[in-house]
């Protein structure tokens, strides 16, 4: 049995490595922190027509997401109420219906048992249909166009669990007057690490960037201009959010270009700059671009429009699914040259990617020792250095991207839902604390 005070201490910044290796806290995840939690299904530009599915996960739960006939999104458990088999193998598609491959069971779109096999002979007409429909999942929020989907019926709404962290997505989600598409068809690989490693890097860590990532600099961006863009990123002094689990921060842009994506990219930004300052303001539009997670799992990196979910499976196993994002209307050369430069970077054969894969494969692999286990890690970078609303970026700031305050605040709601507190009592907790947060700096 575990406790999870001994596990993690974000207000000392300690963090025990076991949560990254133990199979009874990564069965706990499951139940206590993906159970309760909003996670990402879909962009509305990958259900483009009525009939329109897609095949994710909620963790470790395979769910059909379909566009139903009225325009509507449902989602439900890709599984047979029979004996469990998916009732749909394809990854995408257009369907009228969904049959399993077993015993044949079928459903509709909306996920209603529609047929069964020699139902009169097998059943003697006593089954009732309406009852044996797949499980499906109660709470679909659509957010500019980002379909999330909860199995909590407890859980706050979807604006309330986003928070401030809204101000961020924005800057991304909200960011042009045509809306965003992502690039059809999911780029997926598997990575030998805890689902944590990842989506904290991105909630929070630039502190590797410089180390981890010299050679891909050097390697990548032969353009001084774009060469000193990314040194200027790294020197600048930065911001970083964190709330409600979730993260987001980067370095102080001078201007929207130059982009890394290159000049043809260069060019859409220069012609839609007003549109962008116009829906975003102009400092948002330039200090908003970079890391970002939205807790547990979906996470983007704005510099390389790169998109991605961290399926769990297992304590030690991620499945990385990731799509290149793109403003929907702009001109075939700025979308191609966006997608090129995400291929380039981080893609499975990304120069900045396999750097991040590596590195953390490696330090799954250094877990499995039994010393290694029990020797506590030091999140404690720019402890006691918060802020709050920082130049006007709502919510608990820090001054500088050198900092693993949203990493403790990412464990910090881990360690609220893993300890089993209802939604409510997570909010007042998150009240008394902020209380007494204002209350230190005061």
Not at 21 to 33: K, R
Not at 154 to 180: I, Q
Not at 271 to 298: D, S
Not at 397 to 407: I, N, S
Request: hydrophobic share 40%; proline share 5%; glycine share 8%.
């Amino acid at each position: 049995m575990f406790h999870i005070a001994d596990l993690v201490q974000p207000d000392k910044g300690l963090i025990n490595p076991s949560i990254y290796t133990d199979p009874e806290i990564y069965q706990a995840e499951l139940a206590n922190v993906f159970a309760r939690s909003w996670l990402f299904l879909a962009h509305d530009s990958q259900l483009p027509k009525k009939g329109s599915f897609l095949q994710t996960y909620m963790a470790e739960d395979p769910v059909l997401v379909v566009r139903q006939r009225d325009g509507s999104v449902k989602a439900f458990l890709n599984q047979c109420r029979h004996r469990g088999m998916r009732i749909c193998r394809a990854d995408e598609g257009v369907a009228k219906a969904f049959t399993c491959s077993y015993h044949g069971w079928a459903y509709n779109i909306a996920g209603e048992l529609v047929n069964v096999p020699m139902e009169d002979r097998a059943y003697h007409n006593e089954i009732d249909k309406s009852q044996w429909g797949p499980r499906q999942v109660p709470r679909i929020h659509n957010y500019k166009g980002f379909y999330f989907g909860t199995w909590d019926d407890d859980a706050p709404s979807f604006e309330e669990y986003l928070g401030d962290m809204a101000w961020y997505f924005d800057a991304m989600a909200d960011r042009y007057d045509d809306g965003l598409e992502l690039v059809p068809g999911a780029t997926k690989w598997v990575i030998d690490a805890n689902w944590k490693f990842a989506a904290e890097q991105f909630a929070s860590d630039m502190y590797h960037v410089p180390i981890s990532h010299s050679s891909g600099f050097v390697a990548l961006f032969e353009d001084p201009e774009i060469r000193a863009l990314a040194a200027g990123a790294l020197a600048a002094p930065g911001r970083q959010f964190s709330g409600n689990g979730h993260g987001s921060g980067s370095g102080l842009r001078p201007d929207l270009v130059p982009d890394p994506a290159g000049p043809d990219f260069d060019a859409f930004l220069i012609e839609r700059r007003e549109e962008i300052y116009r829906r975003l303001g102009e400092q948002r539009a330039l200090a908003v671009y970079g890391h970002n997670t939205v807790f547990p799992n979906f996470s983007w990196l704005a510099t390389n429009n790169t998109m991605r979910v961290w399926h769990p499976r297992g304590p030690g196993r991620i499945e990385v699914w990731s799509w290149a994002y793109l403003p929907k209307n702009a001109p075939e050369e700025a979308k191609r040259a966006s997608r090129l430069n995400t291929v380039r970077t981080f893609s499975p054969a990304g120069v900045f990617e396999t750097d991040d894969g590596k590195n953390w494969t490696e330090v799954q692999q250094v877990l499995r020792g039994h010393i290694a286990r029990q020797t506590s890690f030091n999140a404690q970078m720019g402890l006691g250095h918060e802020e709050r609303d920082l130049d006007g970026m709502p919510g608990r700031t820090a001054g500088d991207m050198f900092t693993e305050m949203a990493g403790r605040g990412m464990y910090q709601r881990w360690a609220d839902l893993m300890s089993g507190l209802s939604w409510q009592e997570i909010a007042e907790l998150d009240k008394r604390r902020r209380e007494q947060e204002e209350a230190k700096q005061s």
